[in-house]
């Protein structure tokens, strides 16, 4: 079946440094894609999202790139702080139903040194 | 506003027993999804219901099954537990309309350990 998966399943960075996390995708069907970031013991927490007809979109700290030519997304955090240590999910979303179907990837850990 | 609320958070169950967790949705979501994660598997989509309706569905047996009620709170059932069942069961909400107002939001989930 159809999949996401990340290529660095750990990320080591000091506090301070910018941190880029990145995704492949497969669905060419997915036209909304989320990151999420899951600290231990919670559910995820959206991040940010961005459409098929973007290429980038920015937030607080966090920039998204899509690449939809090779099927790829990347998370960027700037000035990395300890608290954005976690577990780090993209999603692929295809339309079907009337709703959104997400596809995970398996998750990056982000660990931030002081 | 209140988060979503999933009870209960730890639950320990025999292999061929069945468990009903439950999940309250933020106040005006319709939308509510459920998810498995697991270490092997990691998080993967198990059903959407909106308005009482199943939406959509992943690919897991039909041991699995959930409704929603009139309030929008949503409970998913698996009978006949297996040992691989084991994980933490997570349910999201959002207003579920459509194109946009997408975001959703996580529970802390429930985490099922069958023995």
């Known amino acids: 079946g159809e999949s996401v998966g990340l290529h660095l399943p750990t990320l080591s960075v000091q506090e301070g440094d910018n941190s880029i996390i990145n995704c492949a995708y497969s669905n060419s069907a997915s036209d909304y894609f989320i990151w999420y970031k899951q600290e231990s013991g919670k559910g995820p927490q959206f991040i940010i999202d961005?459409?098929?007809?973007?290429d980038k979109r920015q937030g607080q700290r966090v920039t998204v790139l899509l690449n939809k030519t090779v099927k790829h997304l990347s998370l960027q955090i700037a000035a990395t702080q300890p608290g954005d240590s976690a577990v780090y999910f993209c999603?692929?979303?295809?339309?079907?139903?009337?709703?959104?179907?997400?596809?995970f990837g398996r998750g990056t850990s982000l660990i931030v040194h002081p | 506003k209140a988060g979503v609320t999933q009870t209960p958070r730890y639950l320990i169950k025999t292999r061929g027993q069945q468990v009903t967790l439950s999940c309250s949705p933020i106040s005006g979501h319709r939308s509510v999804s459920w998810y498995q994660q697991t270490p092997g598997q990691g998080l993967q989509f198990l059903f959407e219901?909106?308005?009482?309706?199943?939406?959509n569905k992943g690919n897991f047996p039909g041991r699995f099954s959930g409704r929603q009620f009139s309030n929008s709170r949503s409970e998913m059932n698996v009978s006949t537990l297996e040992l691989g069942d084991s994980a933490l069961y997570l349910c999201?909400?959002?207003f579920g309309r459509g194109r946009g107002n997408t975001e959703a939001f996580f529970g802390q989930g429930t985490r099922l350990t069958v023995v």
């Open positions: 961005i459409r098929s007809n973007m």
């Open positions: 999603a692929e979303n295809a339309y079907l139903g009337g709703s959104y179907i997400p596809t």
């Open positions: 999201a909400s959002s």
């Open positions: 219901y909106f308005s009482e309706t199943q939406r």
